[in-house]
C-alpha cells in the first residue's frame, strides 16, 4: 500500500479531474437522497436498561443492603457461632453500625444462605460495586432513534444520485475521452459498466467503483513483470522518444536488478549526448553496476556489440543498452535503431531478448502512435510509463492496453528509485479514479 498512497498523490492531476467531472455529471440532472444507513463498528454494550456488572453477580432480592459504601460483614460476634441461619432471619439493625466502622476479626462472618456467595470470599474488605451506577458509564445513546439503536447503525448522510441513462452514459464517455482514455476504449469502459444497471440511481462514488473495476479488467492482462531468462546475458534494449526517461529508467532497473542479486552491466549507447552518459554513470556508481561508455559521436551499434561481448565474459546476468532518443517521424534514427538490433543480433541471433519502449505519460494520445512505430522497427516487447506524476492524461495508459495489449512492466511517479514500481492495474484503477482502498 506504501506504493498506491504515493501513486495516488501523484496522480492527483489525473483523478482529480475525473472526481471533479463526475460530481459535474451526478449534479446535472441528479436529486438528493437519503444514504445507505451505515453499520456501527461494532459496540460491545447493547442498548439494555440494566446490563450487568462483571467483577460481580447481581444480587436479585436485596440490593439495599448492598448500597452501603463500606460493604462490611456483619460485625457481631454472636452470628458467627451460628453457621447455618434460616433463610427467613431479618437483618435489621446492623444495616447502620455507627460504632464500628472497620471490623478488626479477620474471619468474615458467614453471610445467610439465601443472600448470593461471592467468588472469592478471602478478601472481605474489597467494596462491591453498585449496580445502580453501572448505567452511568454507558455512553448516552437516546439521541439515536429507536431503529438505529435497535440495528447499531449510524444515520445516514444524504447523498446526490443520477439515474444512469443514455444522456449521462455519453457526459461520461466524454469525460474518458477528455482523460486521454480515446475513443475506443471509452466507449467500451462505459458500455460494460452499463450492462444491466441502466435505470438505477448512482452517486458519485459508487459510479468510481464501477469505473475502477472496468478499468483494472481493462489492464489486468496487461500488467506482467520484466521476465528474466537463463539464457546469459539477457540483453534489454531500451528506446523511446527524446526526454521520455529512457536513461532514469534504466538506472532504476539496474538498481532494482543489482538489489535482487542480479549481475547487471549497462552500455550508454546515447553517444550524441554527452549527460546521458554521465547521467548513466551517476546511476552506476549508485548502483555499483559497471558503465560502459564510447568517445562521444560513435557508432552506438558498435558499442553494443562490444558491450555484449564483455557481458559474456564477465558473466552478467543482465546487459541493458541505452539509445539515443529519437522521434517516431526521422526515419534516419529510426533506421539507426534497427541498425542496432541487426548488430546484436550477430553476437546472439535471440538477442535483445526484451525491448521496452518508454513512454511519456505526458504525450496523451501520442503515445499510440509511437507504439506503432517503434512496434514496426525494434519489435516492442513491453512497455514502461513514467511521469505519470505531472499529466492528467494518465488514462492513456488504458487506451494503450485496450489496443494494443503490450505487456506493461512498470510506471514512474518521480525521479527516486522507489518511483519506479511494477505495474499493479487495481492499485491505478483506483488511483486515477481517486477512489478510496482499504488498507
Same mark, same amino acid.
Given at each position: 500500500?506504501?506504493?498506491?498512497?504515493?501513486?495516488?498523490?501523484?496522480?492527483?492531476?489525473?483523478?482529480?479531474?475525473?472526481?471533479?467531472?463526475?460530481?459535474?455529471?451526478?449534479?446535472?440532472?441528479?436529486?438528493?437522497?437519503?444514504?445507505?444507513?451505515?453499520?456501527?463498528?461494532?459496540?460491545?454494550?447493547?442498548?439494555?436498561?440494566?446490563?450487568?456488572?462483571?467483577?460481580?453477580?447481581?444480587?436479585?432480592?436485596?440490593?439495599?443492603?448492598?448500597?452501603?459504601?463500606?460493604?462490611?460483614?456483619?460485625?457481631?460476634?454472636?452470628?458467627?457461632?451460628?453457621?447455618?441461619?434460616?433463610?427467613?432471619?431479618?437483618?435489621?439493625?446492623?444495616?447502620?453500625?455507627?460504632?464500628?466502622?472497620?471490623?478488626?476479626?479477620?474471619?468474615?462472618?458467614?453471610?445467610?444462605?439465601?443472600?448470593?456467595?461471592?467468588?472469592?470470599?478471602?478478601?472481605?474488605?474489597?467494596?462491591? /460495586?453498585?449496580?445502580?451506577?453501572?448505567?452511568?458509564?454507558?455512553?448516552?445513546?437516546?439521541?439515536?432513534?429507536?431503529?438505529?439503536?435497535?440495528?447499531?447503525?449510524?444515520?445516514?448522510?444524504?447523498?446526490?444520485?443520477?439515474?444512469?441513462?443514455?444522456?449521462?452514459?455519453?457526459?461520461?464517455?466524454?469525460?474518458?475521452? %477528455?482523460?486521454?482514455?480515446?475513443?475506443?476504449?471509452?466507449?467500451?469502459?462505459?458500455?460494460?459498466?452499463?450492462?444491466?444497471?441502466?435505470?438505477?440511481?448512482?452517486?458519485?462514488? /459508487?459510479?468510481?467503483?464501477?469505473?475502477?473495476?472496468?478499468?483494472?479488467?481493462?489492464? /489486468?492482462?496487461?500488467?506482467?513483470?520484466?521476465?528474466?531468462?537463463?539464457?546469459?546475458?539477457?540483453?534489454?534494449?531500451?528506446?523511446?522518444?527524446?526526454?521520455?526517461?529512457?536513461?532514469?529508467?534504466?538506472?532504476?532497473?539496474?538498481?532494482?536488478?543489482?538489489?535482487?542479486?542480479?549481475?547487471?552491466?549497462?552500455?550508454?549507447?546515447?553517444?550524441?549526448?554527452?549527460?546521458?552518459?554521465?547521467?548513466?554513470?551517476?546511476?552506476?556508481?549508485?548502483?555499483?553496476?559497471?558503465?560502459?561508455?564510447?568517445?562521444?559521436?560513435?557508432?552506438?551499434?558498435?558499442?553494443?556489440?562490444?558491450?555484449?561481448?564483455?557481458?559474456?565474459?564477465?558473466?552478467?546476468?543482465?546487459?541493458? &543498452?541505452?539509445? %539515443?532518443?529519437?522521434?517516431?517521424?526521422?526515419?534516419?534514427?529510426?533506421?539507426?535503431?534497427?541498425?542496432?538490433?541487426?548488430?546484436?543480433?550477430?553476437?546472439?541471433?535471440?538477442?535483445?531478448?526484451?525491448?521496452?519502449?518508454?513512454?511519456?505519460?505526458?504525450?496523451?494520445?501520442?503515445?499510440?502512435?509511437?507504439?506503432?512505430?517503434?512496434?514496426?522497427?525494434?519489435?516492442?516487447?513491453?512497455?514502461?510509463?513514467?511521469?505519470?506524476?505531472?499529466?492528467?492524461?494518465?488514462?492513456?495508459?488504458?487506451?494503450?492496453?485496450?489496443?494494443?495489449?503490450?505487456? &506493461?512492466?512498470?510506471?514512474?511517479?518521480?525521479?527516486?528509485?522507489?518511483?519506479?514500481?511494477?505495474?499493479?492495474?487495481?492499485?491505478?484503477?483506483?488511483?486515477?479514479?481517486?477512489?478510496?482502498?482499504?488498507?
Amino acid at each position: 500500500m506504501a506504493f498506491f498512497s504515493k501513486l495516488k498523490d501523484r496522480l492527483f492531476k489525473s483523478s482529480s479531474k475525473l472526481d471533479e467531472g463526475l460530481e459535474a455529471i451526478v449534479e446535472d440532472g441528479g436529486a438528493v437522497e437519503p444514504g445507505e444507513p451505515e453499520r456501527e463498528p461494532e459496540h460491545p454494550q447493547e442498548p439494555e436498561p440494566q446490563p450487568e456488572p462483571e467483577p460481580q453477580p447481581v444480587p436479585r432480592r436485596e440490593p439495599e443492603p448492598e448500597r452501603e459504601p463500606e460493604p462490611a460483614p456483619v460485625p457481631e460476634p454472636e452470628p458467627e457461632r451460628e453457621p447455618e441461619q434460616p433463610p427467613e432471619v431479618p437483618e435489621p439493625g446492623p444495616q447502620q453500625p455507627p460504632e464500628q466502622p472497620q471490623p478488626t476479626d479477620p474471619e468474615p462472618v458467614t453471610p445467610p444462605p439465601g443472600r448470593p456467595q461471592p467468588s472469592d470470599p478471602a478478601p472481605g474488605p474489597q467494596p462491591v /460495586e453498585i449496580p445502580g451506577d453501572a448505567p452511568d458509564e454507558l455512553p448516552p445513546q437516546e439521541s439515536r432513534g429507536m431503529l438505529g439503536r435497535l440495528f447499531g447503525r449510524r444515520e445516514a448522510k444524504p447523498v446526490m444520485r443520477r439515474t444512469l441513462d443514455d444522456d449521462m452514459l455519453e457526459s461520461l464517455e466524454e469525460l474518458l475521452i %477528455a482523460a486521454d482514455m480515446g475513443v475506443d476504449t471509452a466507449l467500451r469502459v462505459t458500455s460494460n459498466m452499463a450492462e444491466g444497471r441502466l435505470g438505477r440511481k448512482l452517486s458519485v462514488e /459508487e459510479i468510481k467503483r464501477l469505473l475502477a473495476a472496468e478499468i483494472a479488467r481493462v489492464l /489486468e492482462p496487461v500488467a506482467r513483470p520484466l521476465p528474466l531468462y537463463p539464457k546469459r546475458p539477457q540483453v534489454v534494449l531500451v528506446v523511446g522518444v527524446n526526454g521520455s526517461g529512457k536513461t532514469t529508467t534504466i538506472g532504476k532497473l539496474a538498481s532494482q536488478f543489482r538489489a535482487a542479486g542480479k549481475k547487471v552491466v549497462i552500455a550508454a549507447g546515447d553517444t550524441f549526448r554527452a549527460a546521458a552518459v554521465e547521467q548513466l554513470q551517476v546511476w552506476g556508481e549508485r548502483a555499483g553496476v559497471p558503465v560502459l561508455t564510447a568517445p562521444e559521436g560513435s557508432d552506438p551499434a558498435s558499442l553494443a556489440f562490444d558491450a555484449m561481448t564483455k557481458a559474456q565474459a564477465e558473466g552478467a546476468d543482465l546487459l541493458l &543498452i541505452d539509445t %539515443a532518443g529519437r522521434l517516431q517521424n526521422r526515419q534516419d534514427l529510426m533506421e539507426e535503431l534497427a541498425k542496432i538490433v541487426r548488430v546484436i543480433r550477430k553476437k546472439d541471433p535471440e538477442a535483445p531478448h526484451n525491448t521496452l519502449l518508454v513512454l511519456d505519460a505526458t504525450t496523451g494520445q501520442n503515445a499510440l502512435t509511437q507504439v506503432e512505430v517503434f512496434r514496426k522497427i525494434a519489435d516492442v516487447s513491453g512497455l514502461v510509463m513514467t511521469k505519470l506524476d505531472g499529466t492528467a492524461k494518465g488514462g492513456v495508459l488504458v487506451a494503450l492496453a485496450d489496443r494494443f495489449g503490450l505487456p &506493461i512492466h512498470a510506471i514512474g511517479v518521480g525521479e527516486q528509485i522507489d518511483d519506479l514500481a511494477p505495474f499493479d492495474p487495481e492499485e491505478f484503477a483506483a488511483a486515477l479514479t481517486g477512489l478510496e482502498r482499504a488498507a
